[in-house]
């Protein structure tokens, strides 16, 4: 009888090719899940059809996946794309939060000496008073440039103390180490700025006394190696050792006036509209006013929008994806009465507007998540985006049930203003859900450093509706 | 070429007990940890990806992978009686053929140890999400969403380090495994202190190749193709690359003095 007697090659090939397939396979199932990452819209309460006259775009940015993915709404239509293995978004889809309006308060020049010689040095610190001062303001542009200027003097009724560090965060000058000051002048300022054109704006406010309050041009600002290069101009007194240094009291970079509002007491935000300059202020009777201006800095427009509010009211401004709108959230009376207010420019030209009360839909809910408030071009229908999330109860041993949520997406409402009623509801399936574990984790578990990296998953998600439309385009 | 397809094979035939061994062994802790972790209360808010990782599988993938290079490299293993070079005396080989057959033998060992890995992830998908899933229901009360083997292999970094989606990587995965198969014929060619040499040198060479695939693949995602992080990657991947030349030397001579025997 004939024995079978395989031969072991033919195993081991078996084996390998089998390998080879289910490799094959676990990158189609990769290709394939990375593909069902894309945004859905779920349509849950009237016609599709009312998404007509919006346009609207989002980037998603999942670390664990390293991917990104676009999906943006035009004509009503849905169209989405992944980006594999890559986790940055374009640059102009990443929103400018990298602006920067710090005050610092440091010496006056003819102090300096002074404080020099009182100068007392131990470990790494060396400390003085000083009486008079110089409140200089550090800001910072999305493009990495910097100015500093010299916005109000502010003389100390009894010595204060001052501080150097030879090296540190805040360089290597004297200035006001604690709550000094502090009161009138805080770290940080309100971020009144926007890109206009080719040149930078930013508002001042009444505290800067040496500036006109307003808005201002930036014309010169240094980048990082410039301010590097600039000439020493003082000395600090370390010990034994005096070191030059660039001081703190000296500015660089400059401004030029643009546009003063009429009888301003505050300004609250800057926006660009179309090719226009929109300045909200409040006035000062205590009117919230907008004013439109155009490049020669003169007011094409002056709309009032509310009178008289107190001085009790916050201004939030929310994105609307659109050159020609723009839009503010204002909370009135201590925030019990919410108004929307969107502004838009119409076909002729012409700046229009309306206020909406804030508890528009009834719920209420609406607006604390409102990422994204459009009008159509009509002006009848409004486009309201806010994040859904799905709400559960965790019960951990030996600990209290925490209420915590989730991220499921976005919900996309339009509200027809002739109707005055909601005539379509979406839900924007982003993929957020599949992060849900991250926020409900034990923050306890947690492992850093090189442990951090291979023995744990960071499945930090965020979405973002970057100010301008996009067309779909990553920097690949 | 069919001589070559004989030495693997019969190169095969001595390991195959050991490396299925090693296989088995690999999975039954992947298994128990992967479930053991499931069924904590303090994991939850953990998906598959999230307790593979959190019960150190990703370091220990390497490892193992280091393993089965030692272990393609033991079928000429002699236990120190006979002359290690046993098949260059009794066979009619070219004395180059020797290494070419252990390099074959260990890049097919890695081929399925890698595709062993994907098949133990589809299969420990299914009964470690129900476990972590009865465990949820008993301490969330809401809707949880349901997760899918997609997003699983894809939120795992091991898998997006060997399957990659994009064409151009497949040669560093292919490069990292072709490197550790010539340190493993290396092994395979040396004896006594330099066999130990070798395998120390294998070692170095699997961590760094490791940690080398794993940051071409950070510098990738994060388009942080910068000088500086350029030549970390190029020093690290000449610390990969200089053990295995070493090696290669090592093992030349070995097959060189073999003959003269």
């Known amino acids: ?476 | 070429m069919k001589r070559l397809g004989r030495l693997v094979s019969w190169h095969w035939h001595l390991v195959r007990r050991p490396f299925m061994l090693l296989c088995g062994v690999y999975g039954a802790q992947q298994m128990a940890l992967l479930l053991l972790s499931a069924a904590r209360k303090e994991t939850l808010g953990m998906q598959m990806a999230d307790l593979f990782m959190g019960c150190g599988q990703l370091p220990l993938f390497f490892v193992t992978l280091y393993l089965v290079l030692l272990t393609a490299a033991s079928a000429t293993r002699s236990g120190g009686r006979s002359h290690m070079m046993y098949t260059l005396h009794t066979m009619p080989f070219s004395r180059l053929l020797f290494p070419a057959a252990q390099i074959l033998l260990s890049l097919l060992l890695q081929i399925i140890f890698t595709a062993w890995q994907v098949v133990l992830y589809t299969v420990f998908y299914f009964p470690v999400t129900a476990l972590s899933g009865r465990v949820a229901v008993g301490l969330v009360s809401g809707t949880l969403p349901a997760g899918s083997l997609f997003e699983e292999i894809n939120a795992n970094p091991l898998f997006q380090m060997l399957l990659p989606v994009r064409g151009g990587s497949w040669i560093w995965v292919i490069g990292f495994m072709l490197l550790l198969s010539i340190q493993s014929a290396c092994i395979a060619c040396c004896r006594g202190f330099r066999r130990a040499a070798a395998m120390f040198l294998a070692m170095v060479t699997a961590g760094v190749g490791a940690g080398s695939l794993y940051l071409r693949y950070y510098i990738e995602t994060n388009k942080a193709w910068e000088s500086g992080v350029n030549l970390l990657l190029l020093l690290i991947l000449g610390a990969a690359v200089l053990p295995a030349l070493l090696n290669l030397g090592s093992a030349l001579w070995a097959l060189y003095r073999a003959e003269k025997l």
């Not at chain 1, 676990?26 to 599709?48: N, P, S, W």
């Not at chain 1, 205590?286 to 008289?308: K, T, W």
């Open chain 1, 1 to 476: 009888m004939h024995t079978k007697k395989q031969s072991p090659a033919r195993g081991l090939a078996v084996l390998a090719i089998v390998s080879v397939l289910v490799l094959g396979m676990g990158t189609a199932v990769r290709m394939v899940g990375l593909q069902k990452m894309q945004t859905r819209l779920i349509d849950e309460y009237g016609d599709h059809q009312a998404l007509q006259p919006f346009q609207l775009s989002a980037y998603s940015r999942f670390q664990a996946e390293n991917a990104i993915t676009f999906v943006a709404l035009e004509n009503g239509q849905l169209s989405g794309q992944v980006f594999p293995e890559q986790v940055r978004l374009p640059e102009n889809a990443s929103l400018p939060d990298d602006f920067d309006d710090l005050n610092i308060i440091t010496i006056a020049p003819e102090e300096r000496d002074a404080v020099n010689q009182k100068a007392s040095y131990s470990g790494n610190t060396a400390t003085s008073s000083a009486q008079s001062l110089w409140v200089m303001r550090l800001i910072t542009l999305p493009d990495n440039t910097s100015l500093r200027l010299h916005i109000a003097d502010y003389q100390a009724d009894e010595p204060v103390e001052v501080m150097s560090y030879p090296a540190a965060w805040s360089g290597m000058d004297w200035d006001v180490f604690g709550d000094y000051g502090r009161q009138a002048y805080p770290q940080w300022t309100s971020n009144l700025y926007v890109r206009w054109g080719d040149s930078w704006m930013i508002g001042l406010n009444k505290d800067s006394i040496l500036y006109q309050p307003g808005i201002w041009r930036v014309t010169e600002s240094l980048s990082e190696e410039e301010v590097q290069t600039l000439p020493t101009d003082g000395k600090v007194q370390y010990g034994d050792i005096s070191v030059d240094v660039l001081n703190k009291s000296t500015e660089y970079g400059s401004v030029e006036l643009f546009y003063v509002p009429q009888n301003l007491e505050e300004i609250l935000k800057c926006v660009t509209l179309d090719q226009y300059l929109g300045v909200l202020y409040q006035d000062t009777d205590g009117n919230i006013r907008f004013d439109l201006v155009d490049e020669n800095a003169s007011c094409l427009q002056q709309e009032l929008i509310f009178q008289d509010v107190g001085t009790e009211y916050s201004c939030t401004q929310v994105n609307t994806q659109q050159a020609d709108q723009s839009c503010f959230v204002l909370g009135l009376h201590q925030g019990t009465d919410y108004r929307i207010v969107s502004l838009q420019i119409d076909q002729s030209g012409k700046l229009e507007w309306i206020d909406l009360p804030g508890n528009l839909l009834n719920d209420g809910s609406l607006l604390p998540g409102t990422t994204v408030i459009q009008r159509s071009d009509d002006g009848r229908y409004l486009l309201f985006v806010g994040r859904e999330e799905n709400q559960i109860q965790v019960d951990r041993a030996f600990q209290q049930v925490d209420s915590l949520s989730y991220p499921i997406g976005y919900r996309l409402n339009v509200y027809d203003l002739n109707e005055k009623d909601v005539v379509y509801s979406g839900l924007l399936d982003t993929g957020a859900a599949k992060v849900w574990g991250s926020y409900v984790k034990n923050p306890s578990f947690m492992f850093y450093g090189l442990a951090g990296e291979l023995l744990s998953l960071n499945r930090d998600y965020y979405t973002v509706f970057p100010q301008e439309a996009q067309g779909g385009t990553t920097n690949d």
